[in-house]
């Protein structure tokens, strides 16, 4: 009775009147239903059925029928009557029905018909039917349904696909995201034109996660395109949410004075809207102190904090977090330690990441008693060391003079089968390349067997050492050893392709043209210092047309002062990409194909290089460069190393103008070389101006820049300069290692300072600095020139009794 009153409340007003009419449907949907459960549509007669709109909604709506029986009655109602056309209602319903009953391959077809029937549904069918392909992982279809909405002229508003773009870039089809986005931002032309297909733009929230994915992918192109096309939209405005992503991307990027301007552009909006929604919040502040860091403006970064601490925004745990991770990589350790500290007594619990840092910062620095005092502390604060905790304590271990205590963790963790991965293997096969090459190979070998990938740094690093020593021939013990078919074969097929076009180059130059011409030498580094930084006080604010826009007011309320005059000062025309790294340029970077050809030119380069075969690596450079292999820091480091250890100091210059030119951002390692370049020419009088450019630039100083800068100076005879930065170096939280004593010790005594030269000596035993065969011959001249002085004073003694005589 019930399912009566159902039938009946369904029917249209009209047949109610007429009870046998009614009735008459009643029985009719009841052996329609009947014949399609038993037989399907074979046993149907089209003469003999009245289709219309609300009896085949009714069987469509048949909950004892399947899905495909309702979608055979669909297609038959319109097959047997050509004068009969489905509706919107009854499309939306059976599209509907098949999208819940997983038959969603069935619906182009049904577009297809409906597109022949000039139908079309409404706007949440669309949606509905975008949601199911999305969730069905069918992305194509998903696209080929916008097509078809834009080809119906369909008006559709952001909730339509808002959820499609947010769905596509969680599964990881961020290329999908982008096309259909494009395609939306194309059809959207402003809500006062008729013919528009798109009613609005994407909302926030699908913008956001697209230029979050974007952003992850390190698509940067893809990412300034999406921004730049949203920003001609005077529709479209930025929230909070998305300055704040966006200026982490830029700052990710290196793109300083964009990061800075969009957060220039949130204070003017809060100002002139005097509205908080566009209010800078905790994120935008850490993403700042992030963006700072990433550029080596460490200084900036602290100041940044601090103004943050008394601005009413508590920091949490990810502002800690990137600031003792910028220190750390700065050589800041004091000030990594004593944030280290404030977080734990704020209640933050530092994590693995944190620990990680600052271990690493610590060993970099030379303080390995301090590293693993706090590896202790780590373990006894129950935090889990992972695997790449270890690899930074066995790295730690063989650069601070512990070879033998890294290696036997290195084994005692192997036997525990635990924290022990391919880069493990890759860092002790590197140290055991220098002087134990069998042992590396068979460790190799090893490798394989537990399952971890020979990746291409292992590889180019035994490749380096086996033509440093004379061993080629060895590669092919090599290949034996490595389970991936591929990387090896290429590698040799690069090499031999080298090997070839090094016999007959192309002729893209022409002859005697220098690779790298000179335009001036290292003396010019004060006005070249001068040029590259420019005043501080000179900063203007341009807009993206080059017009001058007013600076902000000065607002004594403002609860970020120091970040205002930042943002003031910065320049539209600065370098997109860092002036600085922080991160030292490395020979492979291994980022996929599209990084192999400038890895193997770094790799080779540093074999012709090792064996002073400065004109292969020369044509190399100018062959691959002329080939459109685009090289990176380290590509100019090796070649300005080696100029400048031969002497070619005009041609070094060259390098460095190239190098920045290409807006190639310079490492602590280009400005060591410059350094060890003034010393060559006798210039050291310059470092000044050539510190003051790094620091400037966001720069530090490193411990192998501080005992180039006291080898260079000392040996000038800048002998108090030296010192000073021998103290600047300890007070800074870098211990110094036994390159730096070795130098002291020398310079002094060679300057005649033996007392002084003495007292290093003392300094250095007394730290347990390792002695090495450079100390010894140093001690030697020390221990002659003493010998020299007392026979000196001896001299002069008996020459005064001697006059004493009568």
């Not at 029905?97 to 409404?122: A, H, I, Q, W, Y």
């Not at 601070?400 to 084994?411: D, K, P, Q, V, W």
């Not at 963790?413 to 890759?426: A, E, P, R």
């Not at 080696?642 to 400005?671: H, Q, R």
Request: a neutral charge.
């Amino acid at each position: 009775m019930r399912h009566g009153r159902t039938l009946i409340s369904s029917l249209s007003p009209p047949l109610l009147k007429n009870p046998s009419i009614h009735l008459g449907n009643i029985l009719l949907l009841a052996s329609l239903t009947k014949t399609l459960s038993e037989s399907g549509t074979r046993n149907l007669d089209p003469n003999s059925i009245p289709l219309s709109e609300p009896l085949v909604l009714q069987i469509l709506r048949k909950s004892s029928l399947q899905a495909s029986k309702k979608l055979d009655f669909f297609n038959w109602c319109r097959s047997s009557n050509p004068n009969f056309k489905h509706s919107a209602v009854t499309y939306s319903h059976i599209f509907r029905t098949l999208c819940r009953s997983g038959f969603v391959e069935e619906v182009p077809n049904l577009l297809f018909s409906m597109k022949e029937d000039g139908v079309v549904v409404d706007s949440n069918t669309f949606k509905f039917l975008l949601d199911a392909f999305i969730r069905s992982g069918k992305f194509d279809t998903a696209l080929d349904v916008l097509d078809y909405m834009e080809e119906l002229g369909a008006c559709l508003n952001a909730s339509v696909y808002d959820s499609v773009l947010v769905a596509l870039v969680r599964k990881g089809q961020v290329d999908l995201a982008l096309s259909i986005f494009r395609k939306l931002l194309e059809a959207y032309n402003g809500n006062d034109n008729a013919d528009s297909v798109v009613c609005s733009l994407p909302g926030s929230v699908a913008i956001n996660e697209l230029l979050v994915a974007l952003r992850k992918a390190d698509m940067r192109a893809e990412f300034k395109q999406v921004f730049d096309k949203l920003r001609e939209k005077e529709e479209f405005e930025l929230d909070t949410c998305g300055y704040n992503i966006c200026i982490h991307s830029f700052g990710c990027w290196g793109d300083l004075a964009a990061a800075l301007s969009l957060f220039k552009e949130m204070k003017l909006k809060e100002k002139s809207l005097n509205s908080g929604s566009f209010s800078p919040d905790l994120c935008t502040y850490n993403s700042l102190i992030h963006v700072l860091c990433s550029v080596g403006k460490v200084k900036d970064a602290l100041v940044v904090w601090e103004e943050l601490e008394v601005s009413g925004h508590e920091p949490d745990v990810f502002t800690y977090r990137i600031l003792i991770q910028g220190c750390s990589k700065s050589y800041r350790i004091d000030e990594a330690t004593k944030i280290f500290s404030e977080m734990q007594y704020n209640g933050f619990a530092p994590d693995t990441v944190v620990y990680n840092s600052l271990l690493n910062g610590l060993f970099k620095a030379r303080k390995l008693m301090e590293a693993c005092q706090l590896f202790e502390k780590m373990v006894q604060d129950g935090v889990r060391a992972s695997c790449w905790t270890y690899n930074i304590l066995i790295d730690g271990l063989f650069r601070n003079g512990r070879a033998e205590a890294a290696y036997t963790m290195f084994c005692d963790l192997k036997k525990k089968g635990q924290f022990v991965d391919g880069v493990t293997y890759s860092i002790v096969v590197l140290q055991l390349c220098k002087d134990r090459l069998e042992e590396a190979l068979r460790l190799v070998e090893e490798m394989e067997a537990r399952g971890f990938l020979v990746d291409l740094v292992t590889i180019t690093s035994l490749l380096v050492e086996f033509y440093k020593q004379g061993r080629w021939d060895w590669t092919e013990r090599l290949m034996k050893h490595i389970r991936d078919g591929h990387l090896v074969p290429n590698v040799l097929k690069w090499k031999a392709n080298m090997e070839t076009l090094m016999k007959k180059p192309p002729k893209n130059r022409k002859d005697y043209t220098p690779l790298f011409p000179s335009r001036g030498d290292f003396s010019e580094m004060r006005s070249y210092a001068g040029q590259a930084t420019g005043s501080n006080d000179d900063f203007e604010y341009c807009d993206e047309k080059g017009q001058e826009m007013s600076f902000i007011e000065t607002d004594q309320w403002s609860s970020s002062p120091y970040m205002d005059q930042l943002a003031n000062q910065v320049k539209s025309t600065e370098h997109a990409s860092r002036l600085f790294s922080l991160i030292r340029g490395q020979r492979v970077q291994e980022k996929g194909i599209g990084s192999f050809d400038v890895d193997m030119v770094n790799t080779f380069l540093s074999i012709f290089l090792a064996r002073g075969k400065l004109s292969l690596a020369c044509k190399l450079f100018e062959i691959f460069t002329d080939m459109g292999v685009n090289p990176v820091s380290y590509t100019y480091n090796s070649i300005m190393s080696s100029f400048v250890k031969k002497g070619y100091i005009n041609e070094a210059w060259g390098v460095l103008n190239e190098m920045d030119e290409k807006v190639c951002p310079t490492d602590i390692a280009t400005y060591n070389l410059i350094i060890q370049g003034l010393g060559k020419t006798g210039r050291a009088d310059i470092a000044s101006s050539v510190l003051e450019k790094l620091m400037k630039q966001g720069g530090y100083l490193d411990i192998v820049m501080y005992n180039t800068l006291i080898n260079v100076l000392g040996k000038a005879g800048y002998i108090d300069e030296a010192r000073k930065l021998f103290e600047q170096m300890r007070s800074s939280g870098i211990n110094p290692d036994v390159i730096t004593y070795n130098t002291l010790i020398e310079v002094h005594t060679k300057a005649g300072q033996l007392k002084d030269a003495y007292r290093f000596l003392k300094m250095m035993l007394d730290a347990g600095c390792s002695l090495n065969h450079i100390t010894d011959t140093i001690l030697d001249n020390l221990g002659k020139e003493i010998e020299k002085l007392r026979l000196r004073k001896a001299s002069i003694v008996r020459d005064d009794n001697n006059g004493d005589d009568p």
